[in-house]
């Protein structure tokens, strides 16, 4: 760090005179901090008590990988928080898989493909099994 | 109404903003790139996040008292930190909008809460501005001074900011939701702010680098020189982590993409020498 020129010198107020391109500084400043702020706080009361509202589907696709079948699962978000490490369980009669999405945002969908064994049989069910806030 | 003379001591001017904003791009721009803040700034409680405004403010204001963005001048810590914190909202707007992390579809809540959680790291940068670069620059930083001296310089600080974001997957998504408009917008922006950061807020050697003698480095050509080589560098390291395909144009947008955060980091790197 360099060497300090300057003596510490006692904090000015905000009541000065300053020049145009001070002034417009401060301005657009005040004026991008009000409208973080008090959109923020806006916000705030427009989601105040809202969760996550999740859901999923299941689909065949109809292909076969090592003779076992594939299904996409769509994970969808339809509440107003978002939510992560949502883990959900895939079934095909007796066999079961689990499959963690990371995260999801509100209003937002996720699919992944889960593969089953040749010996799977009877309808692709899904269910969540948990989930946390962020 | 005429300033009076003490008021005029030490008055903020474009160069002092300008070096505010070249620390808040260095520091703030690899958080910008990280999908945990778009996700977490559209997901968190606002009452959260205006909690950590209140707190980011509050160390604005402290390091405004010792260090700042206009050099020397620690007595005006609350303005200081009102603009800084301020014009940080206003480029984390202009970067999320850029690179199409925000937009009108997502919702304003949502939108706030990215531009504010984005903001912190930025604001925090232009409170540090002061010490971006060291007055006296690196040490036998003169050493350097030639064109090849200021193309390893720009390779270096390329590789430093960049590296980071390279093996991530945020410039490959990036690239693949930002279109052909706004990646050339990408390139102006980077090309602008090099330029700025270079040549134009009140770093160490502004003067004798817009005074170099030889055309190579002339100001235009330097800093354009400066961006190909943080593109060459972020197109091999995106080859060497494996996310580029061939000469294609998804490619060519992922290079583009972290080629910015590479061309603040080439700009640091020159601001050294």
Request: glycine letters at 12%; proline letters at 7%.
């Given at each position: 760090m360099s060497p300090r020129t300057q003596t510490k010198r006692k904090p000015q107020s905000l009541k000065r005179d300053r020049t145009p391109f001070e002034r417009a500084l401060l301005l657009v400043s005040v004026a991008s901090i009000a409208a973080v702020l008090v959109g923020l706080f806006l916000y705030a009361g427009d989601t105040a008590g809202e969760q996550a509202d999740l859901e999923t589907t299941v689909q065949r696709t109809g292909r076969l990988v090592e003779g076992g079948p594939e299904v996409l699962v769509t994970l969808t978000n339809r509440g107003g928080s978002g939510a992560e490490d949502v883990v959900v369980e895939v079934k095909i009669g007796e066999e079961s898989r689990e499959v963690a999405f990371v995260r999801i945002a509100k209003h937002e969908e996720r699919t992944a493909a889960v593969i089953f064994p040749p010996e799977a049989q009877g309808t692709a069910e899904a269910s969540i099994l948990s989930y946390n806030y962020p | 109404m005429t300033p009076k003379a003490g008021d005029q001591a030490n008055p903020t001017d474009p160069d002092d903003a300008m070096r505010g904003v070249s620390g808040?791009?260095?520091?703030?721009?690899?958080l910008i790139y990280t999908q945990e803040v778009w996700?977490?700034?559209?997901?968190?409680?606002?009452?959260?996040?205006?909690?950590?405004?209140?707190?980011s403010f509050t160390l604005n204001y402290a390091l405004s008292n010792f260090v700042g963005f206009h050099s020397g001048r620690t007595f005006r810590p609350l303005e200081d930190a009102i603009i800084g914190f301020g014009l940080s909202f206003v480029l984390a707007t202009l970067l999320l909008a850029i690179l199409n992390r925000i937009s009108l579809d997502s919702g304003w809540g949502p939108n706030?809460?990215?531009?504010?959680?984005?903001?912190?790291?930025l604001s925090l940068g232009f409170a540090l501005g002061n010490a971006m670069a060291p007055e006296e620059g690196g040490e036998e930083a003169e050493d350097l001074s030639s064109v090849p001296g200021d193309l390893l310089a720009s390779a270096a600080g390329a590789v430093l900011l960049a590296l980071n974001i390279a093996p991530t997957e945020e410039p490959v998504l990036m690239a693949a939701e930002i279109g052909w408009g706004r990646l050339a917008l990408l390139v102006i922006l980077?090309?602008?702010?090099?330029?700025?950061i270079v040549f134009y807020a009140e770093f160490h050697g502004r003067s004798t680098r817009a005074k170099a003698a030889h055309p190579i480095q002339s100001p235009m050509v330097e800093t354009t020189l400066s961006y190909m080589v943080a593109l060459l560098m972020s197109g091999l390291m995106l080859l060497a982590f494996g996310a580029l395909q061939g000469p294609d144009g998804p490619s060519l947008a992922r290079v583009v993409v972290l080629g910015f955060p590479a061309s603040m980091g080439a700009a640091l790197g020159r601001l050294l020498v």
């Open positions: - | 808040a791009v260095i520091l703030g721009v690899p996700f977490h700034g559209g997901n968190l409680s606002p009452e959260l996040i205006l909690g950590l405004l209140v707190a706030l809460g990215i531009i504010a959680i984005a903001a912190v790291p980077a090309l602008v702010l090099s330029y700025l």
